[in-house]
């Protein structure tokens, strides 16, 4: 009888600290966006697009947040955010993965990389496109290498949809970009695309 009370304690403690260490590594994520909607509503409609279909046990929890600032004043904003949101929560991790996502822009390397340095060192992961978000949204239909303006992204975007038979103009705000990129490019492509680059 003695071993048995003494199994029973012993799993109970084992499942007390199992317990703990779940409550420590939550599996929301946290996406802070540089754009107000567009980078916003692309991340929104990828996680909607994963979470399909699965079990709620499964799916992807991230808070996707639009800040309209960027580079630096981006990642020192952060912190407050954190600050911010969910102050009654009972977890001691708000957020096992936290991404910043930012243009490159025109800014020097030395800014660039400051801010790249800065989300490392506080734990975040940064994630930013060349010289904006519209020329991720290009390479789900081709591989460009030429020098491009930003200013011509959006017609060549046009450009694209109209090859594939849709009438659509883009627009910053589009709420469905994802799944039009999704529909009539190719997320497969412009992920090897990427990998060109990197």
Same mark, same amino acid.
């Given at each position: 009888?003695?071993?048995?009370?003494? $199994?029973?304690?012993?799993?109970?403690?084992?499942?007390?600290?199992? !317990?703990?260490?779940?409550?420590?590594?939550?599996?929301?994520?946290?996406?802070?966006?540089? +754009?107000?909607?567009?980078? #916003?509503?692309? $991340?929104? +409609?990828?996680?909607?697009?994963?979470?399909?279909?699965?079990?709620?046990?499964?799916?992807?929890?991230?808070?996707?947040?639009?800040? +309209?600032?960027?580079? =630096?004043?981006?990642?020192?904003?952060?912190?407050?955010?954190?600050? @911010? =949101?969910?102050?009654?929560?009972?977890?001691?991790?708000? *957020? +096992?993965?936290?991404?910043?996502?930012?243009?490159?822009?025109?800014?020097? #390397?030395?800014? $660039?990389?400051?801010?790249?340095?800065?989300? @490392?060192?506080?734990?975040?992961?940064?994630?930013?496109?060349?010289?904006?978000?519209?020329?991720?949204?290009?390479?789900?239909?081709? *591989?460009?290498?030429?020098?491009?303006?930003?200013?011509?992204?959006?017609?060549?975007?046009?450009?694209?949809?109209?090859?594939?038979?849709?009438?659509? @103009?883009?627009?910053?705000?589009?709420?469905? =970009? *994802?799944?039009?990129?999704? @529909?009539?490019?190719?997320? !497969?492509?412009?992920?090897?695309?990427?990998?060109?680059?990197?």
């Amino acid at each position: 009888m003695g071993s048995n009370d003494l $199994f029973n304690k012993r799993r109970e403690e084992r499942r007390k600290r199992k !317990e703990n260490i779940e409550k420590q590594r939550s599996s929301n994520w946290l996406v802070v966006c540089e +754009g107000e909607q567009t980078e #916003p509503n692309y $991340f929104r +409609g990828a996680v909607d697009a994963i979470n399909e279909g699965i079990d709620d046990k499964y799916k992807l929890k991230v808070k996707i947040v639009g800040k +309209g600032r960027n580079t =630096i004043s981006l990642v020192e904003s952060v912190e407050d955010l954190l600050n @911010e =949101i969910d102050e009654c929560s009972n977890s001691t991790l708000l *957020y +096992g993965k936290i991404f910043v996502v930012f243009d490159k822009d025109s800014f020097s #390397p030395e800014c $660039f990389n400051e801010d790249v340095s800065m989300c @490392e060192r506080n734990g975040y992961i940064p994630l930013w496109s060349n010289q904006a978000i519209e020329y991720w949204f290009l390479l789900h239909f081709n *591989y460009i290498d030429v020098g491009m303006d930003r200013a011509s992204y959006k017609s060549k975007i046009n450009d694209y949809f109209k090859k594939v038979g849709l009438k659509y @103009e883009y627009k910053k705000n589009d709420e469905e =970009i *994802y799944s039009k990129l999704s @529909e009539y490019g190719s997320l !497969e492509q412009a992920k090897k695309m990427q990998l060109v680059f990197t």
